[in-house]
Antibody, heavy 122, light 107 residues
Framework: EVQLVESGGGLVKPGGSLRLSCAAS????????MNWVRQAPGKGLEWVSS????????YYADSVKGRFTISRDNAKNSLYLQMNSLRAEDTAVYYC???????????????WGQGTLVTVSS | DIQMTQSPSSLSASVGDRVTITCQAS??????LNWYQQKPGKAPKLLIY???NLETGVPSRFSGSGSGTDFTFTISSLQPEDVATYHC?????????FGGGTKVEIK
C-alpha cells in the first residue's frame, strides 16, 4: 500500500525557517517524481514544487522561488521541503504528492499524504 | 500563468441528481486537465486525468469531458459519499494551477 506521511509542520515566526519531511513507503520511491502542494486555510490548492526521480529536474512556483528548496533522499525514501524567510502568506497545509507515472513527470498526482500544517505568525 | 476558472463555487443537489461542474482555462490546454475530489479534512484524491480518463478504482458515475479551454466534470447520480470539494488542475504548463474548487453538498 502506498503511504506518504508528512511531518515537520508547526508554528514559526515571520522570517523563520522550517523543514518539512515526507516519508514514503509501499512503492519504489526512486522511480517517481515527487511534489509539494499547499492549501491555505479555506482556500484552493496551490502547487509549490516538484522534483524528478533522480533530482535532475527541480521546479518551483514563483511565490516560493529563492526561499524554498525541495530535495529528496532516495536511500531513505524521503522527500523534503526546506522553507526559509517564511511569510504569513505561507500559512497552509502542505501535502506531498506522488506523480502518477514513472519515471517521467506527468504532472498528475495519484497519491497524497495527509498534510502537515505550517502556521507563520508572530 | 494559466488561470483556471471553476463554476459554480458551490452547489446543493439531491441524492440521485446529475451534477455538472465546469472549468475554463485562460488559454488552450488541449486535454491536459485533471479533476480531484477533496473530502472535508482530507487530502485530495485523483478522479479523472487527461480530461476524460477515469482513475483506477473510481466509480463510473464520475466522468469528465472537454478540450481546449472548456471542460466539464459530471457526477451522473449524486451519492451521499460524494459530498466534497472538487478541484480542476491544468498540467499543460508550469506553474501547475488549480481552479478555485466547487463545494458539493446534499440538499
Amino acid at each position: 500500500e502506498v503511504q506518504l506521511v508528512e511531518s515537520g509542520g508547526g508554528l514559526v515566526k515571520p522570517g523563520g525557517s522550517l523543514r518539512l519531511s515526507c516519508a514514503a513507503s509501499g512503492f519504489t520511491f526512486s522511480s517517481y517524481s515527487m511534489n509539494w502542494v499547499r492549501q491555505a486555510p479555506g482556500k484552493g490548492l496551490e502547487w509549490v514544487s516538484s522534483i524528478s526521480n533522480s533530482s535532475s529536474y527541480i521546479y518551483y512556483a514563483d511565490s516560493v522561488k529563492g526561499r524554498f528548496t525541495i530535495s529528496r533522499d532516495n536511500a531513505k525514501n524521503s522527500l523534503y521541503l526546506q522553507m526559509n524567510s517564511l511569510r504569513a502568506e505561507d500559512t497552509a497545509v502542505y501535502y506531498c504528492a506522488r506523480d502518477r507515472l514513472s519515471p517521467w513527470s506527468s504532472w498528475t498526482f495519484d497519491y497524497w499524504g495527509q498534510g502537515t500544517l505550517v502556521t507563520v505568525s508572530s | 500563468d494559466i488561470q483556471m476558472t471553476q463554476s459554480p463555487s458551490s452547489l446543493s443537489a439531491s441524492v440521485g441528481d446529475r451534477v455538472t461542474i465546469t472549468c475554463q482555462a485562460s488559454q488552450d490546454i488541449s486535454n491536459y486537465l485533471n479533476w480531484y475530489q477533496q473530502k472535508p479534512g482530507k487530502a485530495p484524491k485523483l478522479l479523472i486525468y487527461d480530461a476524460s480518463n477515469l482513475e483506477t478504482g473510481v466509480p463510473s458515475r464520475f466522468s469528465g469531458s472537454g478540450s481546449g479551454t472548456d471542460f466539464t466534470f459530471t457526477i451522473s447520480s449524486l451519492q451521499p459519499e460524494d459530498v466534497a470539494t472538487y478541484h480542476c488542475q491544468q498540467l499543460d504548463n508550469l506553474p501547475l494551477t488549480f481552479g478555485g474548487g466547487t463545494k458539493v453538498e446534499i440538499k
